[in-house]
C-alpha cells in the first residue's frame, strides 16, 4: 500500500469532520463516548502518524498489519480498556473549540511528515517496532471504520473511496484469519451462515 491510500482515508475523515453540525458534537458516539471523545479517538489515526515517525525502533517485531491487531490490543498490552477510553476523551477535548480546524491541522502535519520520509522503522504503543508501510494499512482501517462509526452518529453520508474500502475490508479478513476467525467470516460473506451476536474481529 502506498501513502496515497492513507492519504485518501485521511482526508475522507476530514472532509466528513468539517461536516458535523455544532449539535451534534455531544451526542452519543460509539460505547463510552461521545461524538467528540469519537473524532478525537480517531484524529489520533494521524497524529500517531507523526509522532511515531519520530522514534526509531531497534528491531522490527510485527510484520504484517494483521499482526498488529493481535498483539496492539489493550488485553495483550495490560493495557485498562478504562485507560484507552479516556486517550479518546481527551484526544476529543484536544481539539478545542474549532475541532475541524484541529483535524485539518493534524491532517496537515501527517501528510508532511510522511512526504519525508520512506518507509523507516519505526516504534508503536508497547515499545514494539514495525515498518511505516506495515503501520499505515492499520491506520486506513480506523479511520475507515470510525468515520463510518461517525457518520452513523451523526445521519450523515459517507462515501469512501474504492482503494480505501478495499484496504480495510481486506485487512479485516486477514485479522479474521490471523485470529482464528476466517471460516466465520468466510461463511457469513458467502451467505452460508450468519455471524454471532456483537461478533468483531478486532
Not at 475522507?12 to 449539535?23: E, G, K
Not at 494483521?66 to 479516556?86: C, H, K, M
Not at 522503522?121 to 461517525?150: A, K, N, S, W
Amino acid at each position: 500500500m502506498t501513502t496515497a491510500v492513507f492519504a485518501s482515508a485521511a482526508r475522507c475523515f476530514a472532509d466528513l469532520v468539517r461536516n458535523i453540525p455544532p449539535p451534534a458534537w455531544d451526542r452519543p458516539g460509539l460505547g463510552e463516548w461521545d461524538v467528540r471523545a469519537l473524532v478525537g479517538h480517531t484524529s489520533r489515526s494521524l497524529s500517531t502518524v507523526s509522532n511515531y515517525l519520530k522514534t526509531t525502533a531497534k528491531r522490527e517485531d510485527i510484520t504484517t498489519p494483521q499482526e498488529y491487531y493481535a498483539r496492539v490490543t489493550p488485553s495483550a498490552l495490560g493495557i485498562d480498556p478504562a485507560a484507552v477510553a479516556e486517550r479518546g476523551r481527551q484526544a476529543g477535548f484536544a481539539l478545542g473549540d474549532d475541532p475541524a480546524g484541529a483535524v485539518d491541522a493534524l491532517l496537515a502535519q501527517a501528510l508532511h511528515d510522511l512526504d519525508n520520509v520512506d518507509d523507516p522503522l519505526i516504534e508503536v504503543i508497547g515499545g514494539l517496532g514495525i515498518r511505516l508501510h506495515t503501520y499505515l494499512p492499520t491506520r486506513v482501517f480506523e479511520l475507515t471504520v470510525h468515520g463510518m462509526d461517525i457518520a452513523r452518529a451523526v445521519d450523515l453520508s459517507f462515501t469512501l473511496p474504492a482503494d480505501v474500502l478495499v484496504e480495510a475490508v481486506e485487512l479485516a479478513a486477514r485479522v479474521a484469519v490471523t485470529t482464528g476467525q476466517g471460516e466465520t467470516v468466510l461463511l457469513a460473506l458467502t451467505g452460508r451462515a450468519g455471524l454471532p451476536p456483537s461478533f468483531s474481529v478486532v
